[in-house]
């Protein structure tokens, strides 16, 4: 259930959570992340679930899967682990919201699970029911209209190991809904076929759930068949509104393909509702495990490239990897061809409209004098909606290739030209004179702008944000002192500089505009995780506070000359965009009822 937390709560200019692990003791963090100018809002902010109850950690059983994501609305989604009175093992972790007024419980261990017998409650949040595990983490998402979709294990009366995941939707009006439940739930239009897996192992897969902005989704799973001989990968989505089956293994091809699906990579989703997706399958007997890429762009599920067609200027399409699709409906991917030119290849529609290669291995790498893609190592190319795409690659060693410079990023944000972004050796903006020495995780957002967590040649790691300008800011870098509330009360050690998706022994490189959410939205805001060496830890976000309309660090005279300026009285909107940061309620209007909010929240000058 949605529970408001201290709705008084000021959200510091990095601010989101404040947490010691040492003592339990409630903190406040603000900061402000040099040299980079972003909001800075001043306040306290202790949010609490109750008098002795604090967050303790974001890490659920050794796992980062908890860290932040944030939406368009700059609404952060985390999961929590907390501590303190009235808390025991089973009801201390949950998933939170962090919204511009104060943060909101979405659901908490313990809880009872809607739909189920009495006695059924929620376990474990995005891991299975067994702590400490080799569970696959099925990563939570929200939305821009604050659903949000997670996955969870239960236990109570009835339930085993073979009945204990299920993946749930809650809605901003307090609801939570089960969507399926391992061995209960039926795919839908098959009424002998229910979700689980045959071996009784996870089945789910280990994803972030793709979300459209207005809260439908679309996942992969496992169905069981055949008096449970048999599991089949499936994915399903609630597109038409409810459960629906996008595809099965073992199902026939649409006309005019001549086939039957086998397995697939994950989905990709953009906000209109078009589902991309690779998926293997069995076509003929000369080529028995062919792949395809297949969308439902055009209306219909097509397969918009077939391993083995001709790519335009030579060479043949192969094994093609998970695919990235914008809200343009444009796709990105790499190809894992088997005969030259393509035995590697960045493929990406985005500036062009057609599947064309931008990076072939062995190619010339731009901004490198000369040096050579080797794209072996190449996890997945990333598209924005402003039709950017974006790679990490390795470079082969040559001449002067080397262990010092063998790595970059590189996009095509100028058009139809690839351009290096920033290369392993250079030096890094605001380190000091340190050099890069990998690449984590690498974001892109609506504006074609990136983020990147980079560690350097001292063995430290940060996070740089790009501006529109095209220039790199350092936010913040582990073992540097970091001005925890921006005003020079709090300095802490940083021991570790977080973001999502760094989850298990996957990185995932994500865009906005594929369903996934990621920690940078579309206007700029990021969400991370600090660890500090006094053994605290935090959540931060970039976005200011609501009602700070000039993100100052206040809600002042200031801020209440902009309000004036925006009020549009009861059913006086929708307002423009410079306004949507003063209604309150968010019900399309700014009137007295967010005057009285603005109230609560001034602090002045």
């Known amino acids: 259930m949605f529970t408001t937390m201290n709705k008084q709560a000021v959200i510091l200019h990095v601010v989101l959570i404040a947490v010691f692990v040492s003592g339990l003791a409630t903190a406040s963090w603000a900061g402000t992340p040099q040299p980079i100018a972003l909001t800075q809002v001043a306040g306290e902010y202790g949010p609490q679930l109750g008098v002795g109850v604090v967050f303790t950690q974001f890490d659920a059983d050794g796992y980062t899967h908890a860290n932040p994501i944030i939406n368009n609305a700059s609404e952060v989604l985390f999961v929590g682990t907390i501590g303190g009175t009235g808390v025991t093992a089973d009801n201390d972790t949950g998933l939170w919201v962090r919204k511009l007024d104060g943060i909101e419980l979405i659901v908490r261990e313990g809880d009872p699970v809607p739909g189920n017998p009495e006695g059924v409650v929620f376990n474990r949040f995005g891991l299975s029911a067994s702590p400490g595990s080799l569970a696959i983490p099925m990563l939570p998402n929200i939305s821009d209209c604050g659903v949000v979709a997670f996955k969870a294990s239960l236990r109570g009366p009835g339930v085993t190991n073979q009945n204990d995941d299920a993946f749930f939707l809650a809605y901003p009006d307090n609801s939570i809904t089960m969507i399926i439940r391992e061995r209960v739930t039926e795919l839908p239009g098959h009424p002998s076929v229910l979700f689980g897996n045959a071996s009784n192992a996870e089945m789910w897969f280990g994803q972030p759930i793709r979300l459209t902005g207005d809260g439908r989704f679309a996942i ?43 397995s697939g990579h994950n989905p990709s989703l953009n906000d209109s509702g078009v589902i991309a997706q690779t998926r293997w399958n069995t076509e003929t007997l000369s080529t028995p495990f062919g792949r395809a890429l297949w969308s439902t762009r055009t209306g219909s599920l097509q397969a918009i490239v077939r ?3 001709p790519v335009s200027g030579g060479g043949v399409y192969g094994g093609m990897s998970n695919v990235d699709i914008n809200n343009l409906g444009r796709m990105t991917f790499l190809d894992r061809g088997d005969d030259p030119p393509f035995s590697f290849a960045v493929f990406s529609e985005g500036s062009f409209g057609v599947p064309i290669p931008i990076a072939v291995d062995g190619g010339t790498a731009p901004g490198t004098e000369g040096g050579h893609y080797a794209l072996e190592s190449l996890l997945q190319p990333i598209l924005g909606d402003s039709n950017v795409t974006a790679f990490r690659a390795g470079l082969y060693h040559e001449d002067h290739i080397n262990n010092s410079n063998d790595l970059g990023i590189w996009s095509n944000r100028s058009g139809l030209t690839v351009e290096l972004e920033l290369q392993k050796g250079q030096l890094a903006p605001g380190s000091g004179g340190l050099a890069f020495l990998d690449f984590q995780t690498l974001y892109l957002n609506a504006q074609g702008l990136l983020a990147v967590i980079a560690t350097l040649d001292d ?31 709090d300095h802490r050690l940083v021991t570790d500089v977080i973001a999502n998706a760094e989850t298990f022994h996957y990185a995932f490189d994500a865009s906005t505009g594929d369903g996934r959410r990621m920690p940078l939205n579309d206007d700029g805001d990021m969400a991370f995780r600090l660890k500090f060496v006094d053994g605290s830890e935090g959540l931060f976000s970039t976005a200011c506070k609501w009602g700070d309309g000039d993100c100052d660090g206040d809600v002042d005279l200031d801020d209440y000359a902009s309000m004036s300026l925006c009020l549009t009285g009861p059913f006086g ?27 609560q929240q001034f602090t002045g000058g």
């Not at 597109?239 to 086998?262: I, Q």
């Open 573 to 599: 909107g929708p307002v423009e965009e410079q306004c949507v940061m003063f209604d309150q309620d968010a019900d399309l209007d700014v009137d007295l009822a967010d005057f009285w909010v603005f109230g």
């Open 220 to 262: 992969r799973t496992r169905v069981v068949t055949g008096g449970d001989n048999n599991s089949w990968d499936v994915t399903v989505t609630n597109l038409p509104g409810t459960l629906d089956t996008f595809y099965r293994g073992g199902d026939a091809m649409p006309a005019p393909y001549d086939g039957v699906f086998w």
């Open 459 to 489: 063995s430290t790691r940060g996070l740089w944000i790009q501006d529109t300008a095209g220039e790199y800011g350092l936010i913040v870098r582990s073992f540097t002192s970091f001005d925890v509330y921006g005003d020079g009360s």
């Open 307 to 309: 391993e083995g067609d």
